[in-house]
C-alpha cells in the first residue's frame, strides 16, 4: 500500500500554526505568503497545493495578506518550497512561558508521536519501503484553545522539528529541571514503531506537525487531560512525565522498568522536512 500523498497537501496545515502563535497563546490573523518555484512545476500540482493553503486558511478564519513569488533554475528547487510568517492576537490574560513552569508540574501530549515523520519516510520510498500511515498535520487552535481555559496551563509547544526530546531538553535547559518520562504512557503507533525498529530511528526525535506537548500543574493535569481527550485529535492524548528538581536531563522509565537518558539531538535524524 502506497502512503496517501495527503501527507503534502496536509502538511500545509502547519504552516498556520507555528509555536509563536497558538501554543503562546494568540489566536492566527493574518498570513503573509512567499512561494519559490522550480522551473517546470506542473500548474496543475500548483493549484492543487494553493487550492488546499487556501482551504486551511479558511478554516482557521485568517486571511493570506501578502506574499511574493520566485521562480528557481530547473533542479535546483526541489519542487517548490513556501515561506510563511503568521501574524496572531495574543490575550494578555494568558500567561504561558517557561518561566511559568515549576517543580512537579505534568507534562501531557495530545496524540499519538513520530506519525509525521514517518509519514514522510514512506511518501519518499527512500528505503524502499511502503505503508498507509498519514502524517498527523492538521490544526492545533483548537486543542490550544481549550487548553488556555485551564487555569493550571503553564506552557505549551508544538514538537515540530526534533520531536518531543527536543522541547523537553529545551525545557530542561530553561528551567534547571530534570524531566522523567515514562515510556509505557507514551502514544505511539505500531507502524511508526516498527518503522523506528528497522531503521534505526527513536520516535521521541522525529517530527509532529498536529501534536501538542503542554506543561500543566499537577493539580491541573487531569482536567487538562480531559479536555484534550473530548476532541478527536486529542483522543489519544496522555501524560507522559513529570518536571522534578535534579540535573536537566530527560530520564525515560522503560516499560521493563529500566531508565535510560534521551540525549540531546545533535543531527536532523532526517533531512529537512518543514
Known sequence: MKVSRTVLKTSLYWK?????????GAVPKYLTLNAFIEEGLEVA??????????????????????GDTKVVARGEGGGLYLATTGVGQRDRRIKLG???ISPSDAVLVSGPIGDHGTAVMLAREQFGMRGDLQ??????????????QIPGLKFMRDPTRGGLASVLHEICQFTGLSARLFESQI????PVRSVCEMLGY??????????IVAVVSEEQADAALATLQTFSEGRQAAKIGVLLEGQPHIVLETELGGERFLEPLEDEPLPRIC
Open 202 to 211: 527513536d520516535p521521541y526525535y522525529l517530527a509532529c506537525e498536529g501534536r
Open 16 to 24: 498556520l500554526y507555528r509555536f509563536s502563535l497558538t501554543v503562546s
Open 98 to 100: 517557561m518561566d511559568q
Open 187 to 190: 502514544p505511539i503507533r505500531d
Open 45 to 66: 500540482q500548483l493549484d492543487r497545493i494553493v487550492a488546499s493553503l487556501a482551504a486551511a486558511a479558511k478554516t482557521a478564519n485568517l486571511s493570506v495578506v501578502a
Open 135 to 148: 502524517s498527523d498535520s492538521a490544526s492545533v487552535l483548537p486543542l490550544s484553545q481549550a487548553l488556555w
